[in-house]
């Protein structure tokens, strides 16, 4: 996210780092191993025989999975796609770099909007105002602003399914420039409610119909904001005294990427939940532990607070205890309670990537601040046999943090209580304290801090896992190899035996993003160079999707090494070659985030988040004129600019990406 704070252009808040831990690892080491340095420098993709040695196999070969792929992550297709050719998995001619406030993809494919923010959720609902004079109440109508994450739930079998299903999807933010006719100066409850109501989930049934997809009416069609009642299960129980506070337990918000879980049910993420609360008391301080999440008096400059007590940190300050989890919806119960899973930890989740390995859950999730951590879930015993119990397999497991060491092997150090560092005799009194604060838990284990861990996806070819570090300071170990690190790189690993539950694996980078105009070391030209990896995901053929998030006081800026780059994009890479095509570009002030395809790979779901944003490059909304940097996608000259989920079809029919 690159949130405008008080209407002008900031840095992403993720950008600064609350890691004041001291976990260094191998900085010592670092010198010594001058080797790895050429390795990342050798092209997209890394010789990996030149430093794994006698590892488990070359990472990105699609070696037999021995644990065995499992049909149900966020990466499976369960058509009958077209085979790719045996000359690699790209067919499409590349995308050059531009500026256009447009989507733009290659020849013989169509872009389409479909359920821009403001959508009314039923054909009698409120209709959309292009002025922002829709209320609150409208608005918890109305599908939500800023779209990030999102899955797609097939209903049918077989081909029916590639033609009918629910898009479920998450609303990171809101503008407050864009979000109400007048700004926020003047900060009023019903602004605070129509701030709720634009985020969190929403669930849409979407069919194909003559050529086109459109939304249709659906008992299934539902909004989850940050007013919807939630539970909360796992270790961290509803009853636990941290989380009572003066209001019932209720919303979810800066849900970010997602989940979709082997059972069939969505998980939204929540990430920069410390900004939205705030508080006037001069008296008030943050405790370590609201530090180390970020947590200040003056949050993003939201300023909720001030209408709403419920965002007091002072007034309120277990509020903040409900936040930074992984959220389970049923999309097919429209009148299921949000659960609240906290066996899954408690911090800025980016992202939930599910994936089955020996019968047991795992879950990767990036902790996206400069300096933060990745984690892994894994579930207790078979997720049928705990389903077959009658329990959730998320409340029972392991939770995992990432050591990456520079001789390109890694540890799963687990966060549970009585174990290393963390006993009673070192202050931890449960594993419920261990999941409140997650941070401090993995920083006394000593975790790796990255350069801001965003999505991760499995290759279903081999199960080999892949993170994007989106940018950063560049900090210490190879696994951060550039310093400081404005363009942000793609790592992998392969778990041991290909065992996504294993507690040990060996990584390498698949690629330094960047321009090599600007940084010699980078391996890309105008067909591919990009900037900010963010959302990464697998689609059913081993197709490896990147969509890119250069902040908006960076993009298109000279100055700041980006001016070739053009727009925030999309591409695809194949991972057995390296070989990354730029495949579509979206419109400024834009990032490219969630993406999900039909099982049958011929029509692709993206979302274009927080077009017309504030940038230093293109100028500042204002109230009078909301349309200063974009005015996609409905170019409405009375207008503004709306996130929108954008639908990708080929137009002879095939599979995406050939
Ligand atoms: Fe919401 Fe880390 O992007
Ligand atoms: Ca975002
Ligand atoms: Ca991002
Ligand atoms: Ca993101």
Known sequence: MSIDHDNHVHTDPDDISSNTSGNRPFREVLAARAGRRDIVRGGTVIAAAAFLGAAAGTLGADAPASAGGNGHGQGHGHGKPDRPSRRGLLGFDPVLPNTDDAITV??????????????????????????????????????????????????????LGSRRGLLVLNHEYIDRTLLYPDGDAEMTREKVDKALAGHGVSVVEVELSRGRWRNVDSRFNRRVTGTTPVAFSGPVSGRHPALRSNNSPMGTL??????????????????????????????????????????????????????????????????????????????????????????????????????????????????????????????????????????????????????????????????????????????????????????????????????????????PKNNDVYLTLTNGTGWPGEVNPRTPNPYGHIIRWRERGCDNTATTFEWDVFVLAGDPAYDPQVQLDETNIFGSPDGIWFDGDGRLWIQTDVSNSTQNRADRGHDNIGNNAMLAADPRTGEIRRFLVGPRGAEITGVVTTPDQRTMFINVQHPGESTTYWGTPTPENPRAVSNWPDFDPAGRPRSSTVVIRKADGGVIGT
């Open 106 to 159: 290659p020849a013989g494919y169509t872009a389409d909007v479909l359920i821009p923010w403001g959508t009314p959720l039923r054909s009698r609902g409120p209709a959309w105002r292009a002025d922002a004079t829709n209320t609150a109440a409208e608005q918890a109508e109305q599908v939500g602003s800023h779209h990030d994450g999102m899955h797609f739930f097939p209903l049918g079998r077989g081909p």
């Open 254 to 459: 800066n849900n970010c990427s997602h989940g979709a879980t082997p059972w069939g049910t969505y998980v939204a993420c929540e990430e920069n939940w410390n900004g939205y609360f705030g508080t006037e008391d001069p008296q008030w301080s943050p405790t370590p532990e609201q530090a180390r999440y970020g947590v200040n008096a003056a949050g993003f400059g939201y300023r909720w607070h001030l209408a709403d007590p419920r965002f007091d940190v002072a007034r309120n300050p277990n509020e903040l205890n409900r936040f930074g989890w992984l959220v389970e919806i049923d999309p097919m119960n429209p009148r299921s309670t949000p659960v609240k899973r906290t066996a899954l930890g408690r911090f800025k989740h980016e992202g939930a990537t599910f994936w089955e390995s020996r019968g047991r859950v795992v879950v990767y999730s990036g902790d996206d601040q400069d300096g933060d951590y990745l984690y892994k879930f894994v579930g207790d015993g078979s997720w049928r046999m705990q389903r077959a119990l009658g329990r959730s397999p998320l409340d029972h497991g392991t939770l995992y943090v990432a050591r990456f060491d520079d001789d390109g092997k890694g540890v799963w150090l687990p966060l549970k209580h009585g174990k290393g560092p963390l006993t009673r005799a070192n202050g931890w009194q449960d594993q419920a304290d261990v999941l409140l604060r997650t941070r401090e838990a993995a920083d006394a284990v000593g975790a790796t801090p990255l350069d801001r861990p965003e999505w991760v996806a499995v290759n």
